[in-house]
């Protein structure tokens, strides 16, 4: 793409925050999601060590998921809409099951 | 990503994403290939390093170098807790002894080490060096600063390319046709080519040693399913990990088994009668109910606790493991050492099926398992990883060409990634050539000799960065890969003129380890080789020889 036109400014604002969304956002999901996994694993009755062996080496393929999602999908509105929702909805997954246990024991 | 904001593909998009991450950290990954490529003959460049120690040869009966390395340790350590002996083996001449005095320091700081001649088990002094271990440590947590902050760096350059190597799959639509499509000497496309083909013709291996080091650097990098499933106990997590393959992972940490296996000695030992037993005498039989219990594996590794003291114990471990999901577990007997009669026999660890597939994917990292054909698969996997890169890092160079060449002057930021690119790509070759000739050519009694052979490396890759900053980019790659093949192809020539086994001699002894070492350095001279004839024959810049507009690459 890199023709003798200089690129438009608006251009590299929205990757620059694409890239963020991609990097920071993305791995804020991943952890989310390894946070909230290590927890509802155990729910399955996993123990406790490979709940969170499990959703730690798998979130790497949540953050590389995310990425690429970030850099497909049409408009940069719906990249960080979609990386923030679905961070807050593990977040809160991970909030519920503390919860559980708490109230349990 | 399109500047217009038109609507775009999947794979043109990805092919922007692939391209970006790519360059942003493809010198760093270079580095981390070309170094991790090297260090699957770890034990091999630190067997070349030390030459001192080719002279040992160890004869063929085995319980022979045992009782020999014992008497050795007598008179080394008697007074120690415990002694641990690695045997000679394909990859190792001498025997490596490590004991631990009383009140030694926990973990590394208290074990005290030394090579031991394994025909007559005399301690062999070696000149001071990091040896292969500088180039494995550099590969994943890089030098001069400190180890998490390179392990930080280096973690986030993985992360990149998990990125750029799935989003470089999902590119190519025509990713199976495209590995049988080579045309060569057209420029742009030959490198697209060979870029693609690199890239496919490994990808199970790429894959697999990204998304490795990602597992194996886990813990520093995604802390917090630990963090929260352990109440911020990350310590206990680690415990309850490690746990689960008890008696793994040992060989090189040398932390933890001291303390697991003394505990189990103390404890069980008591009732043994005083008079010391002479080990030497004693580890034959032993030695051979080893051979009978795994006709399949020699014995890897003697420890002996509380030696000289009532109640010690002898535990034989076998070399090697059958098994990738134990990484490297293998078995063992412990025997009583008054009596000779086996005493324990520890059943091999069975992890579950979490820690199996993260133990799985770190053996196949590391490749401790790999006998010579598969350690030789790995190495070459590695140099086609290394090469996917360093042609990527080109590519991205020559399919500027036709803009540089419109707008009649070079870019500064492309001259930058230019002469960057030859400064790593063979820069570090070059740096790492110069490491391995001072090795042989700093006095042995020099000062601080092993961070002199460090600091060489360093000036080396300097003066080759200064060398392409000066030079016009192709004749510095051409000088450059000229000056790799004279350092590597004469490394085997140097080697027995300062001391070590050379070919002639290696050869016929059988040392597999040094043999490994010196045909490592002809490939890749000879690949380096390959490259300047490539460059001294089609003497012309790459700008004239692109050919007509592209239509696959544009993203």
């Known amino acids: ?105 | 990503m399109r500047p217009d904001g038109k609507p775009e593909g999947i794979r043109q998009s990805m092919s922007w994403l692939h391209t970006w991450t790519g360059i942003v950290l493809g010198w760093l990954l270079y580095a981390v290939f070309f170094t991790g490529t090297l260090s699957y003959f770890l034990d091999e460049v630190n067997l070349w390093m030390k030459p001192e120690l080719h002279a040992s040869v160890p004869g063929a009966d085995a319980a022979q170098t045992a009782a020999v390395a014992l008497a050795g340790m007598q008179k080394l350590a008697p007074a120690a807790n415990t002694w641990t002996l690695e045997m000679p083996n394909e990859r190792q001449t001498t025997v490596s002894a490590s004991w631990r005095d009383r009140n030694a320091a926990a973990g590394r700081a208290g074990t005290k080490r030394a090579e031991l001649d394994a025909a007559t088990g005399e301690k062999i002094e070696a000149r001071e060096t990091r040896g292969g271990n500088f180039l494995y440590r550099f590969h994943f947590e890089l030098h001069a600063m400190d180890r998490a902050t390179g392990r930080w760096i280096v973690g986030i350059a993985t992360m990149f390319m998990f990125v750029a190597i799935i989003s470089g799959v999902i590119t190519h639509k025509k990713i199976f046709t495209d590995f049988f499509t080579f045309r060569p000497k057209k420029g742009q496309r030959s490198w697209l080519d060979a870029h693609n083909a690199t890239a496919v013709l490994a990808l199970p291996f790429h894959i697999m040693i990204t998304f490795s080091g990602l597992l194996l650097l886990m813990a520093m990098l995604m802390p917090w399913g630990a963090e929260i499933a352990y109440d911020g106990d990350r310590q206990a997590y680690n415990m309850e990990r490690r746990g689960m393959v008890a008696g793994a992972q040992q060989q090189r940490e040398g932390e933890g088994k001291e303390g697991r296996e003394g505990r189990g000695g103390r404890s069980r030992g008591g009732a043994a009668d005083a008079a010391p037993v002479d080990l030497a005498a004693a580890i034959g039989p032993m030695m051979a109910q080893a051979r009978n219990a795994w006709p399949e594996h020699a014995v890897g590794r003697i420890t002996v606790n509380r030696p000289n003291k009532p109640g010690a114990t002898v535990e034989l471990r076998a070399h090697g493991s059958d098994s990738l999901t134990t990484r490297g577990a293998s078995e063992r007997l412990v025997f009583d050492a008054a009596t000779g009669k086996i005493k324990e026999r520890p059943p091999l660890p069975t992890p579950s099926a979490a820690s199996a597939v993260g133990n799985v994917f770190a053996s196949a990292h590391m490749g401790r398992f790999a006998g010579p054909a598969v350690r030789w698969l790995l190495f070459l996997s590695g140099v086609v990883g290394t090469a996917m890169v360093a042609t990527g890092l080109v590519l991205w160079v020559v399919k500027r060409a036709p803009e540089r060449r419109k707008l009649g002057r070079t870019p500064f930021g492309h001259r930058v990634v230019e002469v960057t690119n030859i400064g790593v790509i063979t820069g570090l070759a070059l740096a790492t050539g110069a490491y391995f000739w001072l090795n042989r050519l700093l006095p042995v009694e020099m000062a601080e000799r092993a961070a002199w052979e460090i600091n060489g490396f360093f000036l080396a890759w300097l003066a080759a960065l200064v060398h392409a900053a000066l030079r016009p980019a192709r004749s510095a790659w051409k000088e450059q890969c000229i000056a790799i093949v004279v350092l590597f192809v004469l490394l085997p020539i140097v080697n027995p003129v300062t001391g070590g086994h050379g070919l002639f001699t290696s050869i016929p002894l059988g040392q597999a380890g040094i043999v490994g070492f010196d045909f490592a350095m002809l490939a890749i001279a000879a690949l380096f080789g390959w490259i300047a004839r490539h460059l001294v024959r089609k003497d012309r810049p790459v700008a004239q020889v692109v050919p007509a507009p592209l239509k696959e690459v544009t993203p």
């Open chain 1, 1 to 105: 793409m890199s023709k003798n036109t200089p690129l438009p400014a608006s251009y590299r604002w929205r990757v620059a925050s694409r890239s963020v969304a991609a990097i920071f956002g993305g791995y804020a999901l991943a952890a989310a999601w390894a946070a909230s996994m290590s927890l509802w694993l155990q729910q399955t009755g996993m123990s406790r060590v490979d709940a969170v062996t499990t959703a730690t080496m798998s979130s790497f393929v949540v953050h590389l998921c995310a990425a690429l999602w970030v850099f497909a999908v049409a408009s940069t509105r719906r990249a960080w809409l979609g990386i923030v929702l679905s961070t807050a909805l593990l977040a809160a997954l991970t909030w519920l099951a503390r919860a559980g246990a708490g109230g349990a024991a």
